[in-house]
Nanobody
Framework: QVQLVESGGGLVQPGGSLRLSCAAS????????MGWYQQAPGKPRELVAA???????NYIDSVKGRFTISRDNAKNTVSLQMNSLKPEDTAVYYC?????????????????WGQGTQVTVSS
């Protein structure tokens, strides 16, 4: 099995910063794309930032220039540095990863989610 464990959420004032981290563990062969999603109350979960195994990144327009996604392939971790936070960034943030595993002798890619971490931006 594979687990994604997130940390780093919390309450921050507008203009402040937070760093989210996510560590993957378990019977992992390799990890392909990793990403962070946000889900605000009453809204669907949406991709905020993603990073490939080679380090290629993409972001939604609303966070470009403020958020930075990074990963450590040796440690199977992904992080999201969030600067200049705004109240509209308030949401539960979920880590996700496309993980290659061998199950019953067959290597396949499975999609995993973390448990979510709350980020609240408020004065």
């Amino acid at each position: 099995q594979v687990q994604l464990v997130e940390s780093g959420g919390g309450l921050v004032q507008p203009g402040g910063s937070l760093r989210l981290s996510c560590a993957a563990s378990g019977d992992i062969v390799s990890i392909n794309d990793m990403g962070w999603y946000q889900q605000a109350p009453g809204k669907p979960r949406e991709l905020v930032a993603a990073i490939s195994s080679s380090g290629r990144t993409n972001y939604i327009d609303s966070v470009k220039g403020r958020f930075t996604i990074s990963r450590d392939n040796a440690k199977n971790t992904v992080s999201l540095q969030m600067n200049s936070l705004k109240p509209e960034d308030t949401a539960v943030y979920y880590c996700n990863a496309d993980v290659s595993r061998v199950v019953v002798g067959v290597q396949r890619t499975y999609h995993y989610w973390g448990q979510g971490t709350q980020v609240t931006v408020s004065s």
